[in-house]
C-alpha cells in the first residue's frame, strides 16, 4: 500500500545545480531552493525530488556519490537541507532526495579501500573478477587501474563501479550469492543512508536504477525485488510515512517489488515516448529530423494515435491499481524538453492530459514555462541530457534572474533567445501556460475523482476523434487537432457543467463541441 499522502500530491523536479543561484558562483543552491518554495506551492505542487545534491566529483552530475551523508559544498551544507526539510514542512511540501543505490564514485572511499591488495572491511563492497587478467564476461568492466590484481563490474559510466548485492544466479566463482555476508552488509549500508536523511526530516526517495542491484537476475527481477521488499519493511517499521519512486519504468514490477510508484519512462515498444512525441528519447534523437518521428498525440494536427500509449499504459494500469501508482511526467533531467517540438497550445494540451490521469505526476521544473532543449556542449557526463539542464529562467534581468554571478561563471548558459520564456512574463498573463499549469493543478486538488485513486477508463481511443476518458464521475476530452468536433461522449452520457477547459469548449443539451486544440472536463 502506497503512502497515504501521495493520493492527492504532484511532484516538482529540482535540478539543483540550475534552479536558483543565491550566492552568485554560477551554480544552483539549497538556500535558492528554499527561497522558491512559495513559487513551487504556487504552481500547485506539493512535493519536490531534487537530484542527487551529495558531495561527488561531478563526473555524472552528481549521480557518482562520494560521501551519501554530506551536501555537496556546491549546493550548501547538511544544515541548509535540513533547513530547507523543516521550511518546506511548514508550506505543506514534502521533499525527496535521491538515492543511487547501485553504484557510487571511484572516489567513494569504500571503493578506495576496494581497491587495496589487502584485504579489508570494503573488498567485496564492488563486484570483483579473480585476477586482472580475469574479465567479467556479459558485464563493462575495468582492469588494471589498481593494486588489487581484479576487475570491477561497471553498473553506467566508467566512473560508477556498481556495489554488490550478489548474484542471483551464481555462474563464477568470484560471483557471490545474494545472501553472503558482504552483499547483505551493501544492503545494510544503503539502508543506514535512508535512515540517515530521514531521521532528518527527509520524506523518501526517488532510486536511481531501482532494477540494477543484483547482476544475473531472472525475468522476474526476483533477487533485487526481494532487497527492496526488504528495505520496506524497514521503512513500514521506523519510517512509515516514507514514500518512495522508483526509476525502473515496470510498474508490476516496482510496485510489487515495494515501491509507492515507478515513472512511466523508458517504455520498450513506445508508451510515454511517444505519447509526448519520440521526444523523450534516452538514446538522444536530438539530431534526427525535428518532425520526422513526430508522433506526439498532442501536436496539431499530426494525425497521433492514443493507443500507442494507451496500449501498454492500460495493462500496467489494470495489474497495478491496488499495489501503488503509476508516474506521468512532463519529462526529466535525461530526456529532452516537451517545449523542444510542442509549442505552447500543444503543451496546454499534453500538461492537461498528464495532470488529470490517475498516478502521482511529476513536472520538471522549467517545463511550467515551456523551456526549449539547448543545443549546448556536454557538462559533467550530460551529453545530449544537457541541454535540458539549462538554469531556470525567473524573469528578464541578468541571467534570467538565475543567478546575480557573472554570465561566464555559470553552471550552464541561459537560453540566450529573446523569446525565453520566464515566470515573470508568464505571471502577468492569465493564459500563458504557467498560468495554465496552475488552473489544471488547482482543478486536481479540488476534484477527488482526478487524484491518484480515483477510477479511470478510457471511452474513446479512436484517433479519427477527440480522446475522451473517465476519472470517477468526470469526464475528460482532448481535441488536438485543428477543426472542432464533437466528443464523442458514451450514450448514457449526459453532462451539464464544465468544469474546466482550455480553448472553445461548448456544452449544450448534454452535447458537447470541443474546439480546434481544446480540453475539457464535465460532469
Ligand atoms: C539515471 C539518472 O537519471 C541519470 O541521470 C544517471 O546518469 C544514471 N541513472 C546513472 O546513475
Ligand atoms: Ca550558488
Redesign the pocket.
Known amino acids: 500500500m502506497a503512502a497515504k499522502w501521495l493520493k492527492d500530491t504532484v511532484f516538482y523536479e529540482v535540478y539543483p545545480q540550475s534552479f536558483k543561484d543565491t550566492n552568485a558562483d554560477g551554480i544552483g543552491d539549497i538556500n535558492g531552493i528554499i527561497e522558491k518554495l512559495d513559487y513551487v506551492k504556487s504552481l500547485g505542487c506539493n512535493a519536490i525530488w531534487i537530484n542527487p545534491c551529495y558531495d561527488s566529483p561531478f563526473k555524472?552530475?552528481g549521480?557518482d556519490v562520494r560521501d551519501y551523508k554530506k551536501v555537496a559544498p556546491r549546493y550548501g551544507t547538511n544544515e541548509d537541507l535540513c533547513r530547507l526539510f523543516d521550511e518546506a514542512h511548514k508550506k505543506g511540501i514534502r521533499v525527496l532526495l535521491d538515492l543511487?543505490p547501485g553504484?557510487t564514485s571511484e572516489e567513494h572511499p569504500w571503493f578506495r579501500e576496494s581497491q587495496k591488495a589487502a584485504r579489508n572491511e570494503y573488498s567485496d563492497r564492488y563486484i570483483w573478477t579473480d585476477s586482472c587478467f580475469q574479465g567479467a564476461p556479459g558485464f563493462p568492466y575495468i582492469g588494471g587501474e589498481c593494486e588489487r590484481s581484479a576487475c570491477y563490474i561497471l553498473n553506467?559510466f566508467k566512473c560508477?563501479p556498481a556495489l554488490n548485492y550478489g548474484f542471483y544466479k551464481v555462474t563464477e566463482l568470484w560471483q557471490k550469492s545474494t545472501r553472503d555476508p558482504a552483499a547483505m552488509a551493501t544492503r545494510e549500508a544503503i539502508k543506514d543512508i535512508m535512515r540517515f536523511w530521514l531521521s532528518r526530516g527527509c520524506d523518501g526517495f526517488r532510486v536511481?536504477?531501482a532494477s540494477s542491484l543484483v547482476k544475473n537476475d531472472d525475468e522476474k527481477k526476483s533477487g533485487t525485488s526481494a532487497i527492496w521488499r526488504d528495505v520496506r519493511r524497514m521503512l513500514d517499521l521506523e519510517f512509515s510515512d516514507a514514500a518512495m519512486v522508483a526509476?525502473w519504468s515496470n510498474p508490476p514490477l516496482a510496485l510489487r517489488a515495494g515501491y509507492d510508484m515507478d515513472f512511466c519512462l523508458n517504455v520498450p515498444g513506445g508508451g510515454y515516448s511517444t505519447l509526448m512525441r519520440d521526444y523523450c528519447n534516452h538514446g538522444g534523437s536530438r539530431n534526427g529530423d525535428r518532425n520526422a518521428e513526430d508522433h506526439s498525440y498532442f501536436k496539431k494536427d499530426a494525425g497521433g494515435d492514443m493507443n500507442r500509449f494507451l496500449d501498454q499504459y492500460l495493462a500496467w494500469y489494470e495489474d497495478t491499481k491496488d499495489w501503488g501508482y503509476i508516474s506521468l511526467l512532463t519529462c526529466n533531467?535525461?530526456t529532452i524538453r516537451p517545449g523542444y517540438n510542442l509549442d505552447t497550445a500543444e503543451l496546454k494540451l499534453a500538461y492537461a492530459f498528464l495532470f488529470t490521469m490517475p498516478g502521482v505526476p511529476f513536472l520538471y521544473y522549467g517545463d511550467e514555462i515551456g523551456m526549449k532543449y539547448l543545443d549546448i556542449p556536454t557538462k559533467e557526463?550530460g551529453y545530449f541530457r544537457t541541454g535540458s539542464r539549462t538554469p531556470m529562467q525567473w524573469d528578464n534581468s541578468a541571467n534570467l534572474g538565475f543567478s546575480s554571478g557573472k554570465a561566464g561563471d555559470l553552471y550552464l548558459p541561459v537560453d540566450p533567445s529573446d523569446e525565453a520564456p520566464t515566470v515573470a512574463a508568464q505571471e502577468e498573463d492569465p493564459d500563458s501556460l504557467l498560468n495554465t499549469v496552475r488552473r489544471i493543478l488547482a482543478l486536481r486538488h479540488q476534484e477527488e475523482d482526478l487524484q491518484a485513486d480515483a477510477g479511470f477508463q478510457v471511452v474513446c481511443s479512436d484517433p479519427a476523434w477527440p480522446f475522451v476518458y473517465r476519472r470517477g464521475s468526470l469526464l475528460c476530452v482532448v481535441n488536438p487537432s485543428g477543426e472542432a468536433q464533437k466528443a464523442p461522449l458514451p450514450a448514457e452520457a449526459a453532462p451539464t457543467d464544465v468544469l474546466f477547459a482550455i480553448g472553445n469548449v461548448s456544452l449544450e443539451n448534454g452535447s458537447l463541441t470541443i474546439g480546434a486544440q481544446s480540453f475539457a472536463v464535465v460532469k
Do not use: N
Request: glycine share 8%.
Open positions: 555524472d552530475a549521480y543511487v553504484h553506467f560508477q536511481d536504477m526509476e533531467h535525461d557526463g
